[in-house]
């Protein structure tokens, strides 16, 4: 049973444009959801995280937009650029383990 | 480099045959996970260590797989008996204490079963 939806499955940005991904719970023990970029042959790094209590927390050109009745995230990447090119995963924590969406390929084009 | 480490980064077996994988977490991390990903799909969870005690297993970590960590320190996953439906990238991170879910991922080890 997928606990974590993520939308889309792959996404084609232009250069300096928003991009957007959605990530659905279902889980309300979840308390805890991080943002994930992998690479290509490389492990995922976090680039992100939000607890419940707040609704939007922002670092850089990267925005978490939370909303906790809807059991819905969202990751926008602002001013989009080629190098952000890779696949984004959403996941959702509890304690300890973390639940992962399928991911979304993002690609940012010239 | 202080981030997590895994060996080997890719392994070729045959059907049958056991493989072993080795972890070795961000220093005094005392949390170390592993995760198991398929083309296409997320990391699933598949166990945890609180130090040396494993505390969590999957339903997906069959009775072919075994972790360790001996000491509370690196870990290694053996996997007996390996089949074709094993082929996935295996990863491993590390996290401090219950406050800090951060997780930090090594690089992974793919795993390729013939």
């Known amino acids: 049973q997928q606990q974590v939806k993520q939308s889309p499955q792959s996404l084609i940005v232009q250069k300096g444009g928003i991009s957007i991904i959605n990530c659905a719970y279902e889980?309300?023990?979840?308390?805890?959801f991080p943002w994930y970029q992998q690479f290509p042959g490389k492990g995922p790094a976090l680039l992100i995280a939000i607890r419940p209590d707040v609704s939007e927390k922002k670092e850089g050109r990267f925005t978490i937009s939370f909303n906790k009745s809807a059991k819905q995230f969202s990751l926008h990447i602002m001013d989009s650029q080629p190098g952000d090119s890779a696949t984004y995963f959403c996941?959702?924590?509890?304690?300890?383990?973390?639940?992962f969406g399928t991911g979304t390929q993002l690609k940012v084009e010239l | 480099d202080t981030g997590v480490s895994q060996n080997p980064r890719h392994k070729i077996t045959k059907r049958g045959q056991n493989v072993t994988f080795r972890c070795d977490p961000i220093s005094e991390h005392n949390r170390l996970y592993w995760y198991r990903q398929t083309l296409g799909q997320g990391p699933e969870f598949l166990t945890y260590f609180q130090n040396e005690a494993q505390l969590e297993k999957s339903r997906l970590l069959s009775d072919r797989f075994s972790a360790e960590r001996p000491k509370g320190s690196f870990s290694t996953l053996e996997i007996q008996r390996t089949e074709q439906g094993d082929s996935a990238m295996y990863l491993c991170a590390s996290s401090l204490d219950s406050r800090q879910e951060t997780q930090y991922f090594g690089p992974g080890t793919r795993l390729l079963v013939l």
């Open positions: 996941a959702a924590g509890s304690a300890y383990k973390l639940t």
């Open positions: 889980n309300t023990a979840f308390d805890y």
